[in-house]
């Protein structure tokens, strides 16, 4: 398909942890990278690609746009950079809050983006969505209305396909409506080939662009957001790869 266009922070990252946004954080605390058994997670804040990469070793892009074992951590950073300006740069006004968040996942690509591109069918991947339905056909503004399942403070939300190109693996949304506080919310999500231990890999990187809601600061409420996509984005991953061993066992019968 051609291009068309249209307009990780808790350990736990728990039903609890998202029923309301936190009282206050430490700016300094929140640039770090967060491991788990499966790979690794890793926040940048507003596009600074600060901090030290997670499990599973350095990897960086090699020949055909492949991320390699071989290349060093500098050199992966920097890829990692250059990902994020070209696919996910916004610009936040006074009121507004922005994030980058970057995950590394034992799958190959066209297994996880099979997922991400589900704007149909969220609850794939997603533990927070119930149930969604899409007006129509899906395309480059369909809209779905989601349901949220107990634990959010919200139960609806009402989003439209911004972006969706199957060559590049990118896919853009908007929150229009629902009852919640996540205003004018757009987010850019992108998947990417790599080599991990060997094996094919994907690197997702996801960010997003919010307004502050009264009484909430910027840190608040990108805490709120950066959790609620760390979930998603384990979720992702524990489903990619339950997937791609499913596949292995298979090919191996």
């Known amino acids: 398909m051609r291009r068309q266009t249209g307009e990780e922070r808790s350990n736990s990252g728990s039903e609890e942890e998202l029923s309301s946004l936190p009282s206050g ?132 939300s009402t989003e439209r396909l911004e972006l969706l190109d199957d060559n590049e693996h990118i896919l853009g949304m908007k929150i229009v409506g629902g009852d919640h506080r996540l205003r004018n919310y757009s987010s850019v999500i992108t998947v990417h080939p790599e080599i991990i231990d060997g094996r094919p890999g994907t690197l997702v990187i996801e960010s997003f662009l919010v307004d502050v809601p009264d009484g909430n600061t910027k840190d608040e409420t990108c805490y709120f957001v950066e959790a609620l996509i760390k979930c998603n984005l384990k979720s992702l991953a524990d489903v990619s790869e339950r997937l791609a061993a499913q596949n292995d066992t298979q090919a191996i019968d």
């Open 25 to 156: 954080e430490k700016g300094g605390e929140r640039d770090r990278d967060f491991s788990s058994s499966s790979s690794s997670f890793s926040i940048k804040r507003e596009f600074r690609m600060d901090g030290e990469r997670g499990r599973g070793g350095d990897l960086a892009v090699g020949e055909g746009g492949w991320w390699s074992d071989e290349m060093s951590g500098q050199e992966c950073r920097q890829m990692e950079t250059e990902l994020v300006r070209r696919h996910h740069r916004h610009e936040p006004r006074e009121n507004q809050c922005s994030s980058t968040l970057v995950k590394h996942i034992k799958a190959p690509v066209h297994l996880v983006w099979s997922l991400v591109r589900s704007f149909d069918q969220p609850q794939k991947y997603k533990p927070f969505v119930s149930r969604c339905v899409v007006q129509g056909d899906l395309e480059i503004g369909s809209v779905r209305e989601v349901n949220v399942k107990s634990g959010l403070p919200a139960t609806t």
